[in-house]
């Protein structure tokens, strides 16, 4: 066996065809079969549990539940027909019992029921036996089986009796028959002619009472098997017979008294009963409620409910055309489900229906809608939890398996044959009758984008990386570009059409299978053929690659199952005469999955073996079209021809799934158009504006509410402490008056406990006298007593001695008369014997006379009584007609008396209420008199007040909308002003800083000047220094070059020198000279730095005002380009406007030659193009004023362009001129 198994996980779709296929199994559960399932579906959890179907069955025909809801019955079709009961208390709704026909084969059962105690089950056959089986199933046990129609007659249902577990309805087409089971027979209880009528459906209302209808929208309503009346679907109840009694009619009769002319109504295909009336289908798409009245067995429609139109469909209205297959209330009867010939699932809460009386009631689905129609294609995508399958219903819908939700949906008017996802799960392929088409996966629709010209495509498919894609076209295989949508190849070398593709996971090669029995592998890089396998005696369906691309599976017509490598068959699996029609693989590469023609799933260990190893599951009732796995091996999907998609989990022996290679979280990008998004967005604001309208409104309201309520509140407390302080009073004084009587109550118990103790005593006295004679007189009367006691017996005993004496006296008598009275009467006895035999005699001779008299009378009396009924019958269709009139015309009146009597007792009412609050008010008002005349002044003014505060609140909250919407008007403005002046602001502060620069370069200069003045002066004093110094020097060189001339007399030049010495150098000189040089070298260094710092800023800008003026000389050279070329077509213009000036001069001078008689005329022309060349003169002189307009500004604008730089500069070279360091004296 497979160490990986699969195990049915959810189920889309609801298998049509099958009786009763809906039914509640508790509250929240429901039951209904899907491929060749059961499936138990929990409404509020949106769980499923399966109960599968039997191996080797032809399909499901019919459903039954108990009426204790523990057991289900289910019919299959197969070689022999059988019931399979289910344990539906038992958590794998475990197998109980199978029923058969016995000894007899059935081909089928057509539809089933359970009696009310779930003991017994009986089965209706299909043709040609007609025969309904009455088991009791538990023993699998046949008590009892009747054929119950001929061929041409079939049944449609059948049901037991609620109360009664002998009796079972059998209706159908002219078909309506009581049986009861008697003596191990089922026997048939009624007879009632429905030849006329095709009876669909039927449900007991009560233990005599069913109702049935039938395929003319008629209701039959039977009592005790006769039929009683008959309604319309759409009408009330047509003409109920008063008299219970009668036969019931015929419907040709019935329909003639009504109309005259018979109407085709609406098929009611399904008809349940409930506590307050019943349901039924009423047509295409309808139901209508019918609830009991007080009139006796009479219904009224209360209520009619609709099967909405599909907005996702090309014809909206095709779905209120489904036809209400079964309907079905839950156990609490708080909700209707109902399944439709087309395989859709709807429900509706009851309470909401009944509530919702004046709009139109619609059903809701129960979960999603499903397919109608055999599944075409499947396909699923690498970034996203979807599956998306189209149909022949002309649908394609989106589904998430993780969440077993239909994301997306949409008909369209084309069949769809093949579908494809795109791997990101963004876009989708799909293959109609006509085009192919590549489609948008929006967030609420799917929207064509691009279509190709492939006619018919059966199989489409993206590549692994989704830059490709491969549609097929008969025998041809197509490869496009998904970015350029270009056709990059095709694929040409199938004799038959291509049933199949497959993608290697490199995407670079393509395998195809085709009905002519060949297998190739494309090379979709060169669109060369790499490898082939032909086997012509088999026609391929399926075809896989497994995940390293080196073994390819194929599956077809011969039930085979082939491995295929270098163009040879590996290995070949017999399938055991099933036809596999497609095959999947598993990534990890350990099974391979293929489904069969008759829906079954097969899970196939691979490496594949020579012997039958796989397990085989129940899945579909039709033949499995596609299967895919998905790229995480979790989950397997099947879909067949049944509309079915089958979701599977993929596990191992133990239970748990498989390990993932990598854990590739899912993405949540969704596609949607900028237009959906705007609209969106704009619904948001205009909800969001809504919601603070509503928010203001109600914060008025309450505001008002607070007002209102506030005063009420102060004058409820004012008149609160008013009664309480009147109270208090109140209180106070019953207080004291309480106080009072006590002190009175105490002397009063004084005074009557003294008076009765008194007259105890007294009474006392007198009654112990009293008992003494009393007790006197009795001894008296009990001597008396025993005397006449005495006197008594001995009486008794007299009268018994006579009364013995008498006795034997009457006995004596009375036995004398009595002998005498036996003789007389044997003599009577026999007299009387002799009278009978003469009475009989007489007797029949008189009765023979009588009889034939009475037959006669009989004959005679039977005509008149068919006349009479005849004419009855007519008086009482008329008399029902005018009965049903008068009665409620009589109900009107009646509720019109009733409610005039009511009004009249309310006027009584309110007139004596009226007159005591009159009483009230004249006693209010001569109380209020006195406090109105001051009141009312104040009362003016704040009543003036409120009014003025009310409407100041009212403009209050009108100013506030207001200036709300202006806000909301000026914000836009407001953030272009903000813009503005944020550029005003950085304009100004470039302002700023240009000023600040300005100024620090005035003051920087001003510094400069000063620093040269104080340098100018110090020069000065420098120099008168040094022309000191230069004198000193001169006179000191003389004494010197006097002292020279005592060289020769060292005496004497020592004395010299001494006295050069003490001339001209002194201490203090020496000192000052020291100190003075290294006071000059630092003020000389101070002085140099700064300079350095001026020199390097003023250096910086000077760079930014010649890029800012180099800037702007740039732009004044492009615009003098663009007064240059102006300037040069105005040029050009002017030699044009000249050379015509000539042209004119010349001509004119040839035309006074040439002509004289036309001088006047040409005169006239010329002057009107002398006028003409004048203006053009003008035009010439102001344009050459423009022009030297514009020199001299060019000039300008230069001059100020150089201007600044050589002032700048000049300044530059005057200050580097001015700041040289002062010369140092030695």
Known sequence: MTSIVAQSHYIFGLRTGVTNNLCYFDEQTIIYPCGNNCVRYNIDQRW????????????????????????????????????????????????????????????????MAFSPDSKYLIGQTGAPDWTLFYWMWEK?????????????????????????????????????????YMEGALKQSNIVKMESHNILSHAWVSAERILAGTETGRLL????????????????????????????????????????????LPRVTAITSYSKGFVCSAGPGTVCLFEKTEEKDNYRKTREIRIPADASSNEPSQAEQQEIVTLCVSPSEETLVASTDKGQLYCITLSSAEMSKGEQAYFEFLSHSFHSNAITGLSICIRKPLVATCSLDHSVRVWNFETNVLELYKEFQEEAYSVSLHPSGLFILVGFSDKLRLMNLLIDDVRTFKEFTVRGCRECAFSYGGHMFAAVNGNVIHIYSTTTFENLANLKGHNGKVRSVAWSADDSRLVSCGTDGAVYEWNTLNSKRESENVLKSCSYSGVAISSDGKAIFAVGTDCTLKEIQDCQILREVAADDVAYTSIAVSRSGRVLFAGTSIGTVRAIKYPLSIQKDWIEYQAHSGAVTKMVTTYDDQFLLTVSEDGCLLVWKIIDKEGRGLKREKEVGYAEEILITKSDLEEKNQVMLELKTRVEELKMENEYQLRLKDMNYNEKIKELSEKFMQQTESLETK????????????????????????????????????????????????????????????????????????????????????????????????????????????????????????????????????????????????????????????????????????????????????????????????????????????????????????????????????????????????????????????????????????????????????????????????????MQRVKDVEAFVRRFKTDLHNCVGFIQEPKQLKDGIRELYDRYVQQSDVVDIVGVDADIQREYSRQREHLEKNV???????????????????????????????????????????????????????????????????????????????????????????????????????????????????????????????????
């Open 140 to 180: 699998q046990k046949v008590m009892a089986s009747v054929k119950t129609t001929g061929s041409s007659n079939p049944v449609s249902q059948v049901s037991f009796n609620p109360r009664d577990n002998t009796q079972v309805c059998v209706s159908g087409n002219g078909v309506f028959k009581l049986f009861r």
């Open 221 to 264: 309503v039977f009592e005790s098997g006769d039929l009683r009346w008959e309604m319309n679907v759409t009408t009330r109840p047509a003409m109920p017979e008063p008299d219970r009694h009668l036969e019931g009619r015929k419907p040709e009769e019935s329909n003639v008294e009504e109309s005259g002319v018979p109407v085709c």
């Open 1096 to 1226: 390097s800023s003023l250096k910086r800008k000077l760079s930014k005002d010649t890029e800012v003026h180099r800037t702007e000389k740039v732009k004044i050279m492009k615009e003098n380009v663009s007064l240059i070329k102006e300037i040069n077509e105005l040029r050009q213009e002017l030699r044009l406007v000249r050379a015509q000036v000539h042209e004119y001069e010349s001509q004119v001078g040839i035309n006074k030659r040439k002509q004289s008689s036309s001088d006047l005329k040409a005169l006239a022309s010329m002057r009107t193009q002398g006028a003409g060349l004048v203006e053009r003169l003008n035009f010439e002189e102001e344009a050459e004023r423009i022009m030297e307009l514009q020199r001299l500004e060019i000039q300008r604008l230069r001059m100020e362009i150089q201007g600044p730089g050589q002032v700048q500069i000049h300044s530059l070279r005057t200050s580097s001129s001015t700041t040289k360091l002062p010369t140092l004296t030695a």
């Open 731 to 1022: 209180y106070q004084g019953l207080k004291s008056e309480k106080e009072k009587q006590e002190v009175v109550h105490q002397v009063w118990m004084r005074e009557v406990v003294e008076k009765h103790g008194k007259e105890q005593q007294d009474s006392e006295s007198t009654c112990n006298q009293k008992l003494m004679l009393e007790y006197q007189k009795y001894q008296e009367l009990q001597l008396k007593s025993q005397g006449m006691q005495e006197d008594y017996k001995r009486q008794l005993q007299a009268l018994g001695e006579v009364k013995e004496k008498a006795m034997l006296d009457i006995t004596v008598f009375y036995q004398a008369q009595l002998q005498e009275k036996t003789h007389l009467l044997s003599h009577c006895q026999e007299e009387s014997s002799q009278q009978v035999r003469e009475f009989d005699e007489t007797k029949k001779q008189m009765e023979e006379d009588w009889d034939r008299e009475v037959h006669n009378i009989r004959i005679q009396y039977e005509r008149k009584l068919r006349e009479e009924k005849e004419i009855s019958m007519r008086l009482k269709g008329e008399t029902g007609v005018m009965k049903k009139k008068f009665s409620s015309l009589q109900r009107e009146i009646d509720d019109r008396n009733m409610e005039i009597d009511k009004l009249r007792l309310e006027l009584l009412k309110l007139q004596g209420f009226i007159k005591s609050l009159e009483k009230d008010i004249m006693d209010l008002k001569k109380e209020t008199k006195e406090r109105d005349e001051t009141i009312q002044d104040k009362e003016k003014r704040i009543y003036d007040l409120k009014k003025k505060n009310q409407e100041l609140e009212k403009f209050k909250f009108v100013l506030d909308y207001k200036i709300k919407e202006l806000k909301k008007q000026i914000e836009p403005r407001e953030n272009d002003i903000k813009e503005m002046k944020e550029q005003i602001l950085e304009m100004e502060g470039e302002l700023d800083r240009f000023h600040k620069k300005n100024t620090q370069l005035e003051l920087n200069t001003a510094e400069l000047k000063l620093k040269l003045k104080a340098t100018d002066k110090e020069m000065h004093k420098e």
């Open 48 to 111: 499923q549990r399966f109960i599968p179907g039997t191996e080797k069955s032809q399909g499901m025909l019919a459903m039954a539940i108990s009426t204790n809801r523990r057991y289900l019955a289910v019919s299959e079709r197969g070689e022999k027909s059988t019931i399979t009961v289910f344990d539906l208390q038992h958590e794998q709704s475990r197998k109980r019992k199978v029923l058969t026909g016995g000894d007899v084969s059935m081909l089928e059962f057509v539809c």
